[in-house]
């Protein structure tokens, strides 16, 4: 079946480094995604890898795949206090179809 | 470029009723979904719409209904609702043919059964 694992916290000191972690089992997913959602907002659309790329880099973010393992990371360098909020693991097909979304993380920042 | 606008943003209704939730899509976008997120979940994907039909949907009971307009605006209609239903209502908007990643998520339509 189609399920999409993520752990609930992780709480990081500003200007460190944050790494969320998460694991997919639809291995015919072609695009995998990180969603970030602040307090009483929508989802919004961080970044996403295609299934036939190891490492996406945009900015302060890094995307790591390993599609053997189906496993997906999230670092974000840097860490600021804005960067607090819920961050959504994700994955779809190829097609304008349905996308599956962990539970997400929530990332709180320390000064 | 607007982008997804949903209404109304929050919604209080009693057990059994019925609810209807609108939303425009993003300009140049054909293709609408709907999601519903659980307080402390993930958005669960209730069903598509693409060119006024369904073209898609997830594990919701029938009560749950929607259609598409021809200028690609949405309703999601729930019927008979029940308290398990309040939640936050997500509508995302597509464009055929870019692919999940070219979807545009509104902020929300919070509803609570009472």
């Known amino acids: 079946g189609e399920d999409v694992e993520q752990s609930l916290f992780l709480s990081v000191r500003e200007g460190d480094s944050s790494v969320i972690n998460c694991t997919y089992t639809?291995?015919?997913?072609?695009?995998l995604y990180w969603y970030k959602q602040e307090p009483g907002a929508g989802l919004q659309l961080l970044t996403y890898i295609f299934s036939n790329m190891d490492m996406k880099q945009d900015q302060r973010l890094t995307v790591l795949l390993n599609k053997k393992d189906k496993h997906l990371s999230l670092r974000i360098a840097d860490t600021q206090t804005g960067d607090s909020a819920i961050y959504f693991c994700?994955?779809?097909?190829?097609?304008?179809?349905?996308?599956?979304f962990g539970s997400g993380t929530r990332l709180s920042i320390r000064p | 470029e607007t982008g997804v606008t949903q209404s109304p943003t929050h919604l209080i209704k009693t057990r059994g009723q019925q609810v209807t939730l609108r939303c425009s899509s993003q300009s140049g976008h054909n293709t609408v979904s709907w999601y519903q997120q659980a307080l402390g979940q993930g958005p669960q994907f209730i069903f598509q719409y693409y060119r006024e039909e369904e073209n898609g949907r997830g594990n919701f009971p029938p009560r749950f209904s929607g259609l598409q307009f021809p200028n690609y605006s949405s309703e999601l209609n729930v019927n008979a609702l029940e308290l398990d239903d309040s939640a936050l209502y997500l509508c995302?908007?597509?464009?055929?043919?870019?692919?999940?990643?070219?979807?545009?998520f509104g902020s929300g339509t919070r509803l609570t059964v009472v």
């Open positions: 994700a994955e779809g097909g190829s097609s304008a179809s349905k996308i599956i």
């Open positions: 639809d291995s015919s997913s072609t695009y």
């Open positions: 995302a908007s597509s464009r055929t043919g870019t692919g999940n990643y070219g979807y545009t």
